[in-house]
């Protein structure tokens, strides 16, 4: 990268705000020195864990302020008595050109809220989604929506589709991603309308998008395509219920090891393989989910991350700008109108694979 | 259980059938002694596999058909061509008494619209759903639907939610289970519309149901409820979702354990603990899905399994012959019925918890 990257930080949400703000902060200039943050928060509580840490300090601008959103606010609610918070001020950072991107560990629904209200819905996007990545058997995956739009038309489905090629183009760092639509089956006739609707769209464009058709749940582990579409209720629950599955395993295999004091002292010898594995599916790897369709960058921690799994997203946050995402999401946006709505000469297939 | 009991198998359903139908037949009978089957297919290729296994033999009667429902056939086509399928002829034999259940490993689609047609809906039920158990961290848990109905309207959730109730008392014995509404949070304004709706009329109702509220996908793992109620697409893909992360971590730790000589000693002394970890999250022991709602018992076993597989599909039927679910429910329904349809005097709440 030339020069410096300056991110708004809403130092007072998640769990574990301030602290875990800062240090984490501290963390992501170790990977990207040429960071600047603008801190929004308490400045009384902010001066004292930003000073013992000179990474952060040479590199960090704080903006006091006394008003927070709380982790149980209504998104209306947020916007009409947040406007003077810490996620509100670090957002309109960006709106006015002084942070490229911003990241919060806050309410996700303020967040989304107030990100449409000041930095607005991209041209060509109806709703706006979140987007995030996760391990798979071929390495890692895109998925969208996650939960912004639980009701979601065909033509949200096809922008998600465009939005998360272009993500898995920068973040995962793909030059030819895969897309595929989430579905109770992989045949034309499987599922509702919505999603057939969208399939055939899909199938017909002419966009440079490698379209893989439906794909089902199983397929998500699997890694079967780069970035797995679908509505803001499916996402949710399908991203929850992995990480459900996860612990479960977990919580079996830690019973099954000590069942006996031969599979005690197995453990003790593959300890630091299964260290590897605890590392490789660790949450915090995988933590920045984007907030997706926007005119600008938003990334939402997890409220209850930690330093590292904080320093992670402000990390998603320095890709994408990298990949100058949300010019690149609009470049194809702006080609799948062009091709949408030229006169469909030869359309023969509705269905057909 | 007193007396005989007669089980009708799809001798043809699914990608092992007959061999893995007629082996399966023969385990559960080491299990069920009491059970007799009717057994449908092509006599040529089941008498073979029948006449070495005595446990099958002495209990078997085999029905003679040529035709067969392919895996592909579309739900209407296997309507119209399968009349004499070994599949239809297997729920025709429910329909007039001669047996108690069917299972069949055959083509889902088909195997529902057949049943629907043949056995009817049960009074009450506007759509059957599809059910199946799998294991959590505090047990077992149900969930419905699980693809049959990829649209559902509020009283299509409400109906589930009894019928999954009365499924959890019958196949996992449990005296008052906990039903819940799988949702993307767990706040009264969370989700589409038709799942608060549901939400209201269970909180409503004064039924002996344990109404749990909104859960989350990662609530499927931990077993949080006895009972996960929701559509045929968001069931679908949150229950292969959890297959998929499954084979995963199976394949991350197969990994894990082959990195160093000292992590493969390791699992060598913990290989018996890691067999019985298998063993617990084995797919075979939670095979068979009920088609639910119906006026008879219709097992669904997976269409890949094995003869173990299959055995167990067949053993959930049983269960519910055992526990008398068709009538359990029939005066379950009854009971929603009159306390919905009841002038709500007092009905304060639309969405408070």
């Known amino acids: 990268m030339d020069g410096r990257v300056t991110i708004a930080l809403d130092g007072m949400g998640g769990d574990n705000a301030p602290e875990m703000v800062v240090k984490g902060a501290n963390l992501a200039r170790t990977r990207f020195p040429e960071l600047t943050f ?28 006394d008003e927070v959103v709380t982790s149980d606010a209504r998104p209306s609610q947020a916007l009409r008595q947040g406007r003077n918070s810490s996620m509100r001020l670090a957002i309109d950072a960006v709106r006015d050109g002084r942070a490229a991107a911003v990241v919060s560990a806050g309410n996700t629904g303020a967040l989304m809220a ?7 819905t991209a041209a060509g996007i109806d709703r706006p989604a979140i987007a995030s990545f996760f391990p798979t058997m071929r390495g890692e995956s895109v998925m969208l929506d996650l939960g912004a739009n639980v009701d979601c038309s065909a033509e949200n489905l096809v922008q998600f589709a465009v939005m998360g090629e272009v993500f898995a183009r920068s973040v995962l760092g793909l030059t030819r991603p895969t897309v595929g639509l989430l579905n109770v089956g992989s045949e034309d006739q499987k599922g509702h309308e919505e999603v057939r609707a969208a399939a055939a769209v899909l199938r017909d464009l002419k966009l440079p998008m490698v379209f893989q058709g439906f794909v089902e ?5 699997a890694g079967s395509v780069d970035v797995f579409v679908t509505d ?13 599955t996860a612990r479960l395993y977990t919580h079996f295999l830690r019973q099954a090891f000590t069942t006996s004091p031969l599979s005690r002292l197995g453990y003790l010898l593959a300890r630091g393989a299964l260290e590897g594995l605890r590392v490789r ?49 609009r470049a194809e946006l702006e080609r799948l ?14 269905a057909a694979s």
């Not at 803001?232 to 990480?243: C, L, M, S």
């Open 38 to 65: 603008l801190l929004f928060g308490d400045e009384r509580r902010l001066s004292p864990l930003v000073e013992p840490l000179p990474r952060v300090k040479e590199a960090c601008r704080i903006h006091h302020t």
């Open 114 to 120: 107030m990100s449409r209200l000041v930095l607005k």
């Open 217 to 221: 749940g199983d397929d998500i582990g």
């Open 232 to 244: 803001g209720f499916t996402g949710n629950i399908a991203v929850k219920t992995a990480e459900g």
């Open 281 to 329: 599916v660790d949450p915090r790897r995988y933590n920045g989910a984007i907030l997706i369709g926007l005119n600008g960058i938003t990334v939402k921690s997890h409220g209850g991350t930690d330093a590292l799994g904080f320093a992670n997203a402000v990390g998603v946050a320095v890709e994408m700008i990298q990949h100058g995402f949300v010019e690149t999401t």
């Open 337 to 350: 109108n062009t091709v949408h709505s030229a006169p469909a000469g030869d359309k023969p297939r509705a």
